[in-house]
Nanobody, 123 residues
Framework: VQLQASGGGLAQAGGSLRLSCAASGRTFSSYVVAWFRQGPGKDREFVLGLSRSGGVTYYRDPMEGRFTISRDNAKNTVSLQMSSLKPEDTAVYYC?????????????????WGQGTEVTVSS
């Protein structure tokens, strides 16, 4: 599966952005999906993951309540709605997909990656 992320840009603290990831190739519903991010000088970190059906979401604690992940298997898309943005959310955001049934927070377990979309949050 090929992934293409979009929607990044500049936002003010407290604002919102919506990232999208379009998938092409094999049946998208066969994959667990997730968003990761990599801030300046930091390692890539897990943000949220979503089961194949979209019924179960996994968060890192600081994101809960501010970020929401969703998928539309009919349209082969996965989205990340970010609100109440903070300067520390500044990062390149990556969508990722893996075969299997389990969401993992480990980047090494994802087989497919989008190219990343940059988000900058100003204070």
């Amino acid at each position: 599966v090929q992934l293409q992320a979009s929607g990044g840009g500049l936002a003010q603290a407290g604002g919102s952005l919506r990232l999208s990831c379009a998938a092409s190739g094999r049946t998208f519903s066969s994959y667990v999906v997730a968003w990761f991010r990599q801030g300046p000088g930091k390692d890539r970190e897990f943000v949220l993951g979503l089961s194949r059906s979209g019924g179960v979401t996994y968060y890192r604690d600081p994101m809960e309540g501010r970020f929401t992940i969703s998928r539309d298997n009919a349209k082969n898309t996965v989205s990340l709605q970010m609100s109440s943005l903070k300067p520390e959310d500044t990062a390149v955001y990556y969508c990722a997909a893996r075969e299997g049934t389990r969401v993992s927070a480990a980047a090494r377990e994802y087989d497919y990656w989008g190219q990343g979309t940059e988000v900058t949050v100003s204070s």
